[in-house]
């Protein structure tokens, strides 16, 4: 069910338990900022979602309401992942969804990260 990012923060959402150790995550980066796990059902050879690991519903949320250092931890995070995954020579896409439209499905902000091959013009319509 897509989510509406003006809802308040759920923390019974999947990636608030991944963050709380109740349940697992395929681990690729954690620092004091961000975690970063590989996704569940990936879309591309490589696809890492990474998630700060205060409580924001959305992009909107996060950029609305982050704090300075969080927003710069969390945004030195994703490069970091990127780099230390041998990305950034074959180049790779970051993707936000936000709200309804986007569909996004977790209530808890994230990031992807895809890559591992050519991937493609931006967006693929339903229609
Ligand atoms: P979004 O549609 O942007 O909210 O993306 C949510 C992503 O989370 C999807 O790509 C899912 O495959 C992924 N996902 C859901 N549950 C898990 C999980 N337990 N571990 C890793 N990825 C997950």
């Known amino acids: 069910m897509p989510v509406n990012a003006t809802l308040p923060y759920d923390d019974q959402n999947i990636f608030a338990r991944i963050l709380r150790g109740e349940l697992p995550c395929s681990k690729v980066?954690?620092?004091?900022?961000?975690?970063?796990?590989?996704?569940?059902?990936?879309?591309?050879?490589?696809?890492?979602?990474?998630?700060?690991?205060?409580?924001?519903?959305?992009?909107?949320?996060?950029?609305?309401?982050?704090?300075?250092?969080?927003?710069?931890?969390?945004?030195?995070?994703?490069?970091?992942?990127?780099?230390?995954?041998?990305?950034?020579?074959?180049?790779?896409?970051?993707?936000?969804?936000?709200g309804p439209d986007s569909l996004q499905e977790v209530p808890h902000f994230h990031v992807h990260i895809c890559a591992g091959k050519v991937l493609g013009r931006m967006i693929v319509s339903p229609d």
């Open 29 to 98: 980066y954690e620092d004091d900022w961000a975690l970063a796990f590989h996704d569940i059902n990936p879309q591309a050879p490589v696809h890492i979602l990474v998630i700060p690991k205060a409580p924001f519903v959305s992009w909107d949320d996060f950029s609305a309401r982050g704090s300075d250092a969080q927003i710069a931890g969390f945004i030195r995070a994703v490069g970091t992942v990127a780099r230390e995954q041998g990305l950034v020579e074959p180049g790779y896409r970051l993707l936000a969804n936000t």
